[in-house]
């Protein structure tokens, strides 16, 4: 017990493995907690460029994250994985490999099918537009903001996959915690759902649903290169869904 306690206290109090744990608590705590503050405030505020500092922000905060993990971990365990087959057999045997790679595939179905009526269709886009109302105050309408949107779209594709998939699948299943790849991308994907409770209860489960859909590419995979054009796509379907100044359309 005497050698075995100070190679854990080791492990959870490095410097290295603190800056972790500080990386950890800001994704849990304050990201929410920062959102439960801005969004209300983003809402409320007549102010026209009120979006494009809302976006600053996020691009600021988001590569600050991203930079943060790589630096801790490294670029290597980030962006790759070496997979056990005994800890995630169920995802990489071929029954697994299957599931995964019609996964892959229906969700870029999802995405792009849309997407692509859209951009053919004024109907389609105004439908989507009355029904993207309720998030217009955080959805890009003018032309500066659709701008903006590309920006914040590549930065989350890149970052939060990182973020999210690269460096907590590597910290809740490396050190300090120890847990099977199936835990940890549970636990990842469920600290990506909380990260987003700004979209609602319902809005905060989909995005763990999808966090662990793109996991499971990242594993998979293994490479992270999917999981972020897969992620930044998602989101820039939203500049060929909706007309610009659709949040002011009647």
């Known amino acids: 017990m005497i050698s075995w306690f100070p190679s854990l206290l080791t492990v959870w109090t490095g410097p290295g493995m603190f800056v972790q744990h500080f990386l950890v608590l800001v994704l849990i705590v304050a990201m929410p907690l920062w959102d439960w503050y801005e969004i209300p405030r983003l809402k409320a505020s007549t102010e026209p460029r009120k979006k494009i500092r809302y976006y600053r922000k996020i691009v600021a905060a988001l590569w600050t994250c991203a930079a943060v993990a790589v630096l801790t971990v490294g670029v290597v365990p980030v962006f790759t994985t070496r997979k056990m087959p005994v800890e995630i057999s169920w995802l990489t045997g071929s029954l697994g490999k299957a599931i995964v790679e019609g996964i892959t595939g229906g969700m870029l179905i999802a995405i792009m099918v849309p997407a692509v009526l859209a951009l053919w269709s004024d109907k389609i886009r105004t439908k989507a537009g009355k029904a993207a109302k309720k998030l217009a105050f955080l959805l890009p309408s003018t032309g500066e903001e659709r701008r903006w949107w590309w920006l914040v779209c590549i930065t989350a594709g890149i970052c939060e996959e990182v973020v999210y998939r690269g460096f907590l699948l590597h910290y809740f299943h490396i050190l300090p915690f120890h847990l ?24 905060a489960v989909q995005t763990a649903v999808i966090g662990f859909m793109l996991g499971a590419i990242f594993l998979t995979t293994g490479n992270l290169v999917i999981p972020i054009v897969v992620h930044a796509v998602m989101d820039l379907r939203v500049l060929a869904m909706l007309n610009e100044g659709f949040a002011t359309a009647e």
């Open 180 to 203: 099977s790849l199936t835990w940890a991308l549970v636990v990842s994907s469920v600290i990506f759902g909380i990260g987003h409770l700004y979209q609602g209860v319902a809005g």
